[in-house]
C-alpha cells in the first residue's frame, strides 16, 4: 500500500521562508511526476508546483522566484522551498504523487494528508 506522508507546515511571518517535504511508503510502484497543491479557504485547489520524472518544473505565477520544487528519488520524496512568503500563501498544501503499482498498467493520483501553512502579516 503507497502513502504519502507531508510534513514542515506551520506558521511564519511575511518574508519568512518553510520547507515542505512529502514521501511515499510502500514498495513495488513506480512514481512519474510529483506536485504541490494548495487549497485556501473558499477557494478551490489550485497547482502550486510540478516537477517531472525529467526533472523539468512547471509553477504556478504567482510563486515563480518564490518557490522551488525539488526532489529526491532514491527517497521517494519531494520538497518545496517556500521564501518570501505572503499572507495570500496562507492555505493547506497537499502533495501529489502520479504513481503505477506494478502489475498496473495505469497511473493514478496519490494525494497527502495536508499540511498548514499560514503566513501573518
Known amino acids: 500500500q503507497v502513502q504519502l506522508v507531508e510534513s514542515g507546515g506551520g506558521l511564519v511571518q511575511a518574508g519568512g521562508s518553510l520547507r515542505l517535504s512529502c514521501a511515499a511508503s510502500g514498495s513495488g510502484f513506480t512514481i512519474n511526476a510529483m506536485a504541490w497543491y494548495r487549497q485556501a479557504p473558499g477557494k478551490q485547489r489550485e497547482l502550486v508546483a510540478q516537477?517531472?520524472?525529467?526533472?523539468?518544473?512547471n509553477y504556478a505565477d504567482s510563486v515563480k522566484d518564490r518557490f522551488t520544487i525539488s526532489t529526491n528519488n532514491a527517497k521517494n520524496t519531494v520538497y518545496m522551498q517556500m521564501n518570501s512568503l505572503k499572507p495570500e500563501d496562507t492555505a493547506v498544501y497537499y502533495c501529489?504523487?502520479?504513481?503505477?503499482?506494478?502489475?498496473?498498467?495505469?497511473?493514478?493520483?496519490?494525494w497527502g494528508q495536508g499540511t498548514q501553512v499560514t503566513v501573518s502579516s
Open positions: 501529489n504523487f502520479e504513481i503505477r503499482r506494478y502489475g498496473s498498467p495505469d497511473y493514478r493520483d496519490y
Open positions: 516537477i517531472a520524472r525529467s526533472g523539468m518544473t
